[in-house]
């Protein structure tokens, strides 16, 4: 176990309803949806949030949406909000990069 709960999901050590694995990212349910569809995309690095990303870690974003795209595509939703939250003030809780994939109801804009 680590400090940091993606991490150790990502690494197997604590089990979840994972829905997608490749070498450089996780994809699993959010264990407190806010959607009828809520899953996480996580990048297997541990980068604590999108703006302590570096230039190296450009392929890495970029590969965090086109699974995203592609889970959302086998699990047949045509509609979702990718978002993420950086910084306790905007609503993080967990300090380890991922993406909110919420789908199944209608999505209000602005968000709350
Ligand atoms: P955020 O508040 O943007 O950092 O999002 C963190 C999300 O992780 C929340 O929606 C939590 O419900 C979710 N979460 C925290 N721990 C777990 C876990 N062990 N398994 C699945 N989801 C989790």
Partial sequence: MSACIFCDISEGAVQTQMVYEDDRAVVFKDRN???????LVVPRKHIPRVAESVEDDAGLLGHLQLVAGAVAKREGIKDFRLVTNNGRGAGQSVDH?????????????PPG
Avoid: E, K
């Fill in 97 to 109: 990069l991922h993406y909110h994939l919420l789908a199944g109801r209608r999505m209000n804009w």
């Fill in 33 to 39: 949806p806010a959607a009828p569809t809520h899953l």
